[in-house]
């Protein structure tokens, strides 16, 4: 939808109006279907995690506090893709910093910072994961990061050379958007597989144990093709 909006907006009709289907799935704006959309996963992503930190705590797992942190870390991200919270930090961190060009979109330096405190903090949590899980999240958090981050110093760039309203800058757009949704959409599919393990091994572990008495039911007559049983005790 928003390669069909570029297309019409940039190369058809040139008109500058922004029309209602450019507000509603843009990309590039807050507050509509896209936003939604990303913000619906991300809060999807904390409700799994909060699953995995009931789940652990149940079972007395030593990693019960890492998905805490994680449920609270993006249910944080999600609030923010729908508040556009990042973006508030830009012009203090520019003027203070004196940024141009590149991190013209200066919130990137302190979720920079954040996220390689985050890193530290997680990473022997991260390599105690399953060998699958392990990779998965690591694929998903790269794509994620990568595009929120990487993507967003190149669409800085981008944006002090072509302007707001170029096909350039929207197409940066797109393919920074979709990566990073590609990047959560990895990672609710690696908490799915993750809590389903578990589910399967905590219905595992409260399963009753098999009775410890000879037998519960003994056959007592046996009449042509008719067992009739009672039961002992």
Not at 65 to 74: A, D, K, N, Q
Not at 87 to 110: C, D, N, S, Y
Not at 114 to 131: E, I, M, Q
Request: overall charge neutral; hydrophobic content about 50%; some cysteine.
């Amino acid at each position: 939808m928003h390669l069909l909006m570029i297309v019409e907006d940039d190369i058809l009709t040139h008109t500058g109006k922004v029309s209602f289907l450019r507000e509603m799935f843009d990309l590039n704006r807050e507050k509509n279907v896209p936003t939604m959309f990303s913000t619906l996963q991300l809060f999807l992503a904390s409700g799994l995690l909060l699953a995995l930190f009931t789940e652990s705590r149940q079972s007395a797992r030593n990693d019960t506090y890492y998905w805490l942190g994680l449920s609270i870390v993006f249910a944080f991200l999600a609030l923010d893709e729908f508040c556009e919270l990042h973006e508030r930090l830009m012009a203090p961190t520019r003027k203070l910093l004196h940024t141009h060009g590149a991190l013209q979109f200066a919130w990137v330096i302190p979720y920079a910072a954040l996220v390689a405190v985050f890193a530290g903090l997680y990473l022997r949590f991260w390599w105690r994961l399953p060998s699958r899980n392990r990779w998965l999240f690591a694929v998903a958090g790269v794509t994620y990061v990568g595009s929120g981050i990487g993507m967003e110093v190149l669409g800085s760039y981008v944006f002090t050379l072509y302007g707001w309203n170029s096909i350039q800058f929207d197409v940066q757009t797109l393919f920074e958007e979709v990566l990073e949704m590609s990047g959560v959409a990895l990672f609710v599919f690696a908490l799915t597989e993750l809590v389903r393990d578990r589910a399967r091994s905590f219905s595992v572990r409260l399963a009753p144990a098999p009775s410890t008495t000879p037998s519960a039911l003994v056959a007592d007559v046996i009449e042509g093709d008719t067992i009739r049983l009672r039961k002992l005790g």
